[in-house]
């Protein structure tokens, strides 16, 4: 069994930054890949950034250049670097990973909200 542990939403005011993190735990933990998922009151769950176990990651083309995904490897933790916010970034956010038994696991999620 995999726990994913996520800190760092909350409210910021357009224009501002934020950064999540996702601490993943669980015997053997392994995975092939990590990052962050949201989504907005009445719309689908989107992929936000993703890194595989080769340290590549992939991005939401509308959020490129604003979005930073990184990880510390040995932790097990990804963060995620959120700058230039918008009200349209507002969304519950979800840690997921896909680990290397073919297993997925998703986070609680954190709440972003962007706001004057």
Known sequence: QVQLAESGGGVVQPGGSLTLSCAASGRSFSFNRMGWYRQAPGQQREVVALINSNGNTIYADSLKGRFTLSRVRDKNTVYLQMNSLKPEDTAV??????????????????QVTVSS
Do not use: F, I, K, L
Request: hydrophobic share 10%; net charge neutral.
């Open 93 to 110: 956010y979800y840690c997921y990973t896909a680990t290397t038994r073919n297993q997925d696991y998703w986070g609680h999620g954190t």
